[in-house]
């Protein structure tokens, strides 16, 4: 059987893009209408921004074992969260965890070295971008990182956090998206992290200056190989 996964929410919009991702790849691997069992927790996102905005990541990774706490409870195997910026909790949360953890942006990382990328773009909200968490994984396969100017962290935070988790997709913040990956490509970058998750909904690939990591997906595909090992 296969083992049974569980997802730790923040967003809805990023949570509904994994699940969707894990059952549409199952029943790719494992036949019509099969998947591997999930089960979600989503604590409201308002009250991870609560710690969030304070820098208290310690509050964040209690939310997280919260969450973790009852998928484990369902009888989830493993757990994994569709949300790059409360990475940034997670070495508070594995030392407590009951269940083990797939790390969204080891998986990036790891598809990052897979495909030959020496420079890696990393767009996520301003907490994600200036944070350890891209650095940290993407540097221990050898991978350099750029971020955005100053400037444009805060228009892709204000656009993540005003339009995207609300589910509003405009055209504007498509081209705005689009003209950041070229001033990335100006850097020296061959790839870009879609280090939001949910960054992959507007972002599109076939019309993007860089080839795209997209986090969520990769995510919830990783999961699938997970629940499906021997």
């Given amino acids: ?30 036949g019509e209408h099969d998947h591997p069992e999930v089960t979600m927790n989503s604590i409201p996102m308002a009250r991870h921004m609560e710690h969030i ?12 074992l919260q969450s973790a706490r009852k998928v484990a409870a369902a ?10 910026t409360i990475h940034q909790a997670m070495e508070m949360v594995l030392p407590s965890s009951p269940i083990p953890w797939l790390h969204i942006a080891e998986v990036v990382s790891e598809e990052a070295r897979h495909h030959g990328f020496e420079r890696v773009g990393v ?58 990956m070229r001033s990335l490509e100006a850097q020296g970058c061959d790839a870009v992290a879609l280090a939001c998750t949910e960054i992959p909904l507007i972002v599109r690939p076939e019309t993007a200056s860089l080839p795209t990591l997209d986090s969520t997906r990769l995510l919830a595909r990783a999961a699938v190989r997970r629940a499906l090992e021997p």
Wanted: charge should be negative; charged fraction near 25%.
């Fill in 75 to 84: 009888g989830a195997d493993f757990a994994i969260c569709p949300d790059n």
């Fill in 123 to 180: 767009l996520g909200t301003k907490y994600l971008m200036e944070g350890p968490v891209y650095p940290k994984a993407l540097g221990e396969y050898g991978i350099e990182w750029r971020i955005p100017p100053s400037e444009d962290r805060e228009i892709i935070n204000r656009t993540i956090f005003q339009e995207l988790v609300n589910g509003v997709f405009t055209v504007e913040a498509r081209a705005m998206f689009d003209r950041v």
């Fill in 53 to 64: 905005r304070r820098g208290d990541w310690a509050g964040v990774a209690e939310l997280m």
């Fill in 1 to 30: 059987m296969a083992r049974h996964i569980g997802i730790v929410a923040c967003s809805a919009e990023g949570a509904a893009l994994c699940y969707r991702t894990i059952a549409i790849d199952g029943f790719h691997v494992m």
